[in-house]
Antibody, heavy 118, light 108 residues
């Protein structure tokens, strides 16, 4: 069974750094793209970017390029989304999702809520 | 950049048919995928490649795509279908994934 399990909720202050995770299981982690999607409070889904863990090939939405870093550690079947300096506007639910076939997300993680507040 | 337009809300009585549209320039030339998101839950894929259903999704859910509009159709709507629905495409010209703004389906 394909599963994506994300790290727990985070509460951070503006300017702090953060790295959230998404652990895949039940499939070949290095063979399929994993994407990240943001959902701000009460708003819709926004595609942030996607990574191929096999060779770390990464694509970003222009809206998020330079704002976040997507990475993966294939030795532990885990993808990451990180910020070097959080802003209040980064407050949102973040989902990881797996692309088994082009170009849609078959399975989603449960989401990680990030709250940035002074 | 490519834009997908959905109506903010659709209302339907139980047992009736709900149609949720997703508009985009020549969207008929792209593959459209649909996700259902219930309050407090992660999205779930309900239609892929315009009209295919993942296993476990009821046959009441169907999709079509032509011209400038893709449509998600839910037949014999049930109270449990109340959710937000999002369409999504991959824009090959920019290699970007695009989501529609979402439609809130209300079952009266």
């Amino acid at each position: 069974e394909v599963q994506l399990v994300q790290s727990g909720a985070e509460v951070k202050k503006p300017g702090e750094s953060l790295k959230i995770s998404c652990k895949g299981s039940g499939y070949s982690f290095t063979s399929y793209w994993i994407g990240w999607v943001r959902q701000m409070p009460g708003k819709g889904l926004e595609w942030m970017g996607i990574i191929y863990p096999g060779d770390s090939d990464t694509r970003y939405s222009p809206s998020f390029q330079g704002q976040v870093t997507i990475s993966a550690d294939k030795s532990i079947s885990t993808a990451y989304l990180q910020w070097s300096s959080l802003k209040a506007s980064d407050t949102a639910m973040y989902y990881c999702a797996i692309r088994l076939r082009p170009y849609y997300f078959d399975y989603w993680g449960q989401g990680t809520l990030v709250t940035v507040s002074s | 950049s490519y834009v997908l337009t959905q109506p903010p809300s659709v209302s339907v009585a139980p047992g009736k048919t709900a149609r949720i549209t997703c508009g985009g320039n020549n969207i008929g030339s792209k593959s459209v995928h649909w996700y259902q998101q219930k309050p407090g839950q992660a999205p779930v894929l309900v239609i892929y490649y315009d009209s295919d259903r993942p296993s476990g999704i009821p046959e009441r859910f169907s999709g079509s795509n032509s011209g400038n509009t893709a449509t998600l159709t839910i037949s014999r709507v049930e109270a449990g279908d109340e959710a937000d629905y999002y369409c999504q495409v991959w824009d090959s010209s920019s290699d970007l994934w695009v989501f529609g703004g979402g439609t809130k389906l209300t079952v009266l």
